[in-house]
């Protein structure tokens, strides 16, 4: 298989193991399921995170030779968004580095009022400052 093969069989899996918000699941019972799909550095906040439908992958994730990243929406809120990161682990495997949400202070720009760095997600447009 591919690395570009693998890739997308982990973002797909990735996507199916992922509770919404009906489903009552913990953090670490998450990061268990997910097992090699999860980085490391994925943080408790991330795996904390639930969409009230099922993840679906918007097109055109962006690849390169160490990371990869990828929009995700909801399939009950198609306007909800978030930032998926795949890094490569100690095995060379992609795995889940970070999910956040879209920065609802800047919505994805990074900048507020001009020319200031949002505050809320310090320039990054998704997620929060402190994670
Ligand atoms: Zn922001």
């Given amino acids: 298989?591919?690395?570009s093969t693998l890739l997308e069989d982990r973002?797909?899996?990735m996507?199916?193991?992922w509770p919404t918000v009906s489903e009552v699941e913990s953090p670490e019972v998450l990061r268990q399921k997910l097992g090699e799909l999860a980085h490391n550095g994925l943080t408790t906040?991330?795996?904390r995170i639930r969409p009230f439908g099922r993840f679906q992958?918007?097109?055109g994730p962006f690849v390169s030779s160490s990371v990869t990243r990828a929009i995700?929406?909801?399939e009950c809120r198609p306007s909800d968004l978030w930032m998926a990161e795949f890094c490569r682990d100690a095995h060379s495997n992609w795995a889940l580095r970070s999910l956040k949400?879209?920065?609802q202070g800047c919505f994805k720009t990074g900048v507020i009022s001009g020319n200031a760095v949002c505050p809320l997600c310090g320039?990054?447009?998704w997620g929060f400052a402190d994670d």
């Fill in 1 to 3: 298989m591919s690395d």
């Fill in 11 to 13: 973002i797909e899996q």
């Fill in 15 to 17: 996507l199916r193991l």
């Fill in 45 to 47: 906040a991330d795996l």
């Fill in 57 to 59: 992958l918007s097109q």
């Fill in 72 to 74: 995700l929406w909801d």
């Fill in 101 to 103: 949400p879209e920065c």
């Fill in 123 to 125: 320039g990054v447009g």
